[in-house]
């Protein structure tokens, strides 16, 4: 069973940095291993944020977050990451992270494209 966990959520303030990382237990995400980081705000949709491709080769970004957002991932460390830098209040949400393991290299934007989901974590930017 796939198990996806992220960490590294809080209380930030505008301009400021924070790390997510998305650990993944239960398969390796070496191999065809798609991920993808979205949020979640109250009363909105969930949107994606960023993914990676399995290689790391192909990446995707949001208009809202591109420039300050960096997605990767260590598969030795069955990690992947979500560096986030000048925070805004806008971006204040509940973030995810998710995974899928079909054979492609095609970047997946959509929630309904990935099978396994973490729990989420709060990111709060105080204005």
């Known amino acids: 069973q796939v198990q996806l966990v992220e960490s590294g959520g809080g209380l930030v303030q505008a301009g400021g940095s924070l790390r997510l990382s998305c650990a993944a237990t239960g398969r390796t995400l070496s191999g065809y291993a798609m991920v993808g980081w979205f949020r979640q705000a109250p009363g909105k949709e969930r949107d994606i944020v960023a993914a990676i491709t399995s290689s790391g080769a192909n990446t995707y970004y949001a208009d809202s977050v591109k420039g300050r957002f960096t997605i990767s991932r260590d598969n030795a460390k069955n990690t992947v990451y979500l560096q986030m830098n000048s925070l805004k209040p806008e971006d204040t949400a509940i973030y995810y992270c998710?995974?899928?393991?079909?054979?492609?290299?095609?970047?997946?934007?959509?929630?309904?494209?990935?099978?396994?989901w973490g729990q989420g974590t709060q990111v709060t930017v105080s204005s």
């Open positions: 998710a995974a899928d393991f079909r054979p492609t290299n095609a970047i997946f934007r959509t929630p309904e494209q990935y099978r396994y």
